[in-house]
Nanobody
Framework: VQLQASGGGLVQAGGSLRLSCVAS????????MGWFRQAPGKEREFVAA????????DYGDSVKGRYTISRNNAKNMVYLQMNSLKPEDTAVYYC????????????????????WGQGTLVTVSS
């Protein structure tokens, strides 16, 4: 599967953005999906994950309550709605896919994902 993320940009603190990730080559419903981010000089950080059906999701502590992950399998799309953005949310955001069928113990570890999109830059100004 090939993944392409989009929707990043420049936003003021307190604003919102919605990132999109489109899958091609194979239906996204075959994959457990995640979003990660990487700020300059920092390691890649888990942001959110969603089960194949979309029934279950989970979030990193730093974004919990502000971000929402969702998916539309019919459109081969995964989304990340980001609200109440903070300057510390500035990073390149990546969507990723895993062949796992359900949540497992290391779903928040980047190395557990098999496929990655190219990333989209989110910049939050203070």
């Amino acid at each position: 599967v090939q993944l392409q993320a989009s929707g990043g940009g420049l936003v003021q603190a307190g604003g919102s953005l919605r990132l999109s990730c489109v899958a091609s080559g194979r239906t996204v419903s075959s994959y457990f999906m995640g979003w990660f981010r990487q700020a300059p000089g920092k390691e890649r950080e888990f942001v959110a994950a969603i089960s194949r059906s979309g029934v279950k999701s989970d979030y990193g502590d730093s974004v919990k309550g502000r971000y929402t992950i969702s998916r539309n399998n019919a459109k081969n799309m995964v989304y990340l709605q980001m609200n109440s953005l903070k300057p510390e949310d500035t990073a390149v955001y990546y969507c990723a896919a895993s062949a796992e069928s359900r949540f497992w113990s290391e779903y928040n570890v980047p190395e557990e994902y098999n496929y990655w999109g190219q990333g989209t830059l989110v910049t939050v100004s203070s």
